[in-house]
């Protein structure tokens, strides 16, 4: 959107109006940018508000219409002239094509529009993503979690919230095995896909064996019946008690540490946790340092007693005087002063000195526990009331 709002009595008598010399109105101007994206987006991996002044004009981009809006009208009420070149998000250039279904078992995405950046998280088949733009074969999306990263297009469907709405209506399948397959044929043969556990397929119809599924991407397929389950039962029977949580955990023992990765063929710590909690009807946020605000703190002076099955343990360094404390790794308490996590592996540690699986390297960096089960907040929620997804 580009839009010129120039008052007069600020072209005439810039000086006059304003109250300020042109540099001091500069840095007011920016002030006023920098206290709207504390306000608004104050974590850049779930919120966009990248806006610039330069020679006076607005640039950048955000995917936030209304900090847009009231950095402009904070802009107007103190008479400042401008011009506005903030792309808002999504980009005009995407049409009506600004939702995505992920069409692989496990997409990657990635923190820059290229295949050698960084890993910064994955998405399951099934998932639904906001589309905000696209560079080259790449497309900047947002998960259910908030996420903003890259995705290959050959990971996604890219679709109009009218095709989006036929996806929510239809019958649909989840995975319930932790690694699974979709095959050509009912007797199960050739196989179309891998599935891992949450994915969503639509569900065309059935044999006494299988189920005959559609991939989101139009690929046909047979999957066994003993490993999935209508969405609708999903949904219903998640609960994050004691013995789900442990046992999704336990079924992950032995996957491999892969930074960024949020599935059962690969887990960095944090996306470890997000999944446990994922399979059981929780979303939480993606990243430990993330995890750490949400829920309330059970303990911080290693007194394990309070701690409860599922509560999440953080790890890393303390505050001083000169830096912040600094949260780099998080796992499950799962009872016996034992806790499961993702370092190397998913395995089990423990915190008693004289168990083989005892931990002196996490006990010593140990910060805090946090209980997050049972609270709900804008970045906690059940997959009843997950929409974003469905």
Not at 208 to 223: A, F, I, N, Q, W
Not at 244 to 259: C, E, F, Q, S, V
Not at 279 to 307: F, Y
Request: net charge negative; aromatic share 8%.
């Amino acid at each position: 959107m580009n839009t010129i709002r120039k008052a007069w009595s600020v072209l005439l008598f810039p000086i006059l109006v304003s109250g300020c010399e042109p540099g001091n109105q500069q840095a007011e101007i920016k002030e006023e940018i920098t206290h709207l994206q504390k306000k608004h987006a104050p974590d850049k991996r779930v919120a966009l508000f990248e806006v610039e002044w330069k020679d006076g004009k607005l640039t950048g981009e955000t995917d936030l219409p209304e900090a847009h809006l009231e950095l402009l009208q904070r802009l107007d009420e103190k008479n400042i002239g401008y011009k506005d070149e903030i792309k808002v998000l999504p980009e005009p250039g995407l049409g009506n094509q600004t939702q995505a279904l992920v069409t692989l078992s496990v997409a990657n995405i990635r923190s820059q529009p290229k295949h050698s950046a960084e890993l910064a998280t994955q998405a399951l088949m099934g998932t639904a993503l906001k589309v905000l733009k696209k560079q080259d074969s790449w497309y900047l999306v947002q998960t259910p979690d908030k996420y903003i990263s890259w995705v290959d297009a050959a990971g996604i469907h890219l679709m109009t919230a009218t095709e989006m709405q036929r996806w929510v209506d239809v019958p649909k399948l989840v995975c319930t095995e932790m690694i699974a397959y979709v095959y050509q044929d009912d007797e199960l043969n050739n196989k179309v896909s891998d599935i891992t556990a949450g994915n969503i397929l639509e569900m065309l119809g059935e044999t006494p064996h299988s189920y005959t599924v559609m991939l989101p991407d139009g690929r046909k397929g047979h999957m066994k019946k003993t490993e999935g389950v209508t969405y609708e039962n999903w949904v219903r029977t998640r609960l994050a008690s004691d013995e789900n949580l442990i046992r999704t955990a336990k079924d992950m023992m032995g996957a491999p540490y892969l930074w960024g990765g949020t599935s059962p063929k690969g887990v960095d710590c944090s996306g470890f946790t997000k999944t446990i909690y994922f399979l059981n009807g929780m979303v939480i946020p993606r990243d430990a340092s993330q995890q750490v605000n949400e829920g309330e703190e059970i303990d911080h002076r290693k007194d394990w007693s309070q701690l409860q099955v599922g509560d999440l343990l953080f790890f890393g360094t303390p505050a001083t005087e000169s830096s912040p404390e600094r949260v780099v790794h998080v796992g499950m308490w799962i009872g016996n002063k034992s806790f499961i996590h993702s370092r190397g592996r998913v395995r089990i540690s423990s915190f008693d000195p004289g168990d083989e699986n005892f931990d002196e390297y996490e006990l010593n960096r140990y910060l805090r526990t946090k209980r997050i089960r049972n609270h709900a907040s804008n970045n906690i929620f059940s997959v009843k009331d997950l929409t974003f997804l469905l």
